[in-house]
């Protein structure tokens, strides 16, 4: 073979090497919504360079597809009305998978004369699909957790979402997206409630939060707003009114009404 004719091979060969490894990395940067893909896998040292902000697992109440990194964890702290208290823990266990676990204490904070522990609740979510141009990503999980606990029933008047499927969407602008979703919290009922929920992120410094949530009929049915605030890319703290305009009473005589609530939520990865 004369050198000419190896230059020549030579070079086609570099010249496809470069073209297979352009579309190889346009394929990998190509993302319908880059919040809710999991990032790359990265050091300690660089992840704290690069500013990213977790993805939203949860709106107020209602979930989205978001799911924490493999080996991620987070736990966050509700305080919500009479002095209340309620944790989580969730941890990354499986790309795509997540597991955690709830509790609330009643009373907690304040002058409250009876303090009381809630049973524990479990949460597991799979995000089976990470989403593309056309379509959103899509989430089946279930959460055991309720709000407003009932003594005399022995039950929450907001019942735990149990399982559901939800969905996850950029549309429009930046930063917006939809999360809907729809659950059945009693299998003996089968009843199928619905949320909508929207989110529009601010620079990743701030978001709106909108959620329509517990959608059966209009009088049971809790419309939620908020703001969350991104202090570091993992600390955020969340503003929130339940049940905005809401009336009447449950059947343990407590009101319906909207109730002021604050999150604390620290994320992060082991």
Not at 70 to 86: A, N, Q, T, V
Not at 216 to 239: E, H, M
């Amino acid at each position: 073979m004369t050198p000419p004719t190896l230059m020549n091979r030579t070079r086609v060969l570099a010249a496809a090497f470069l073209l297979l490894a352009a579309a190889a990395a346009a394929q990998t940067d190509t993302v319908a919504s880059p919040r809710i893909r999991p990032k790359a896998h990265r050091s300690l040292a660089s992840s704290s360079d690069d500013g990213a902000i977790q993805p939203d697992v949860d709106v107020v109440d209602a979930p989205t597809a978001g799911v924490l990194d493999y080996r991620g964890y987070s736990s966050r702290s509700r305080f919500y009305s009479k002095g209340g208290i309620l944790e989580y823990l969730s941890f990354g266990v499986y790309p795509g998978v997540n597991i955690g676990a709830s509790a609330s204490v009643d009373g907690l904070i304040g002058d409250e004369k009876h303090v009381r522990l809630r049973e524990p609740a479990a949460q597991v979510k799979y995000r089976f699909f990470e989403g593309d141009e056309v379509l959103p990503a899509l989430a089946v999980g279930y959460d055991g957790q309720g709000y407003r606990y009932n003594t005399g029933d022995k039950r929450y008047n907001e019942r735990q979402r149990g399982f559901y499927v939800a969905a996850t969407k950029e549309v429009g602008v930046p930063g917006f997206q939809i999360h809907p979703s729809f659950n059945i919290s009693d299998f003996n009922s089968n009843a199928i409630f619905g949320a909508l929920p929207l989110t529009l992120n601010i620079r990743d410094k701030a978001e709106l939060l909108v959620e329509w949530d517990n959608i059966a009929n209009w009088s049971d049915s809790r419309l939620n707003v908020g703001l969350r605030a991104f202090l570091t890319q993992n600390f955020q703290v969340d503003f929130a009114v339940r049940a905005l305009g809401a009336g009447g009473d449950y059947t343990d005589g407590s009101p319906k009404g909207s109730e002021r609530i604050v999150q604390l939520k620290y994320s992060d990865s082991f």
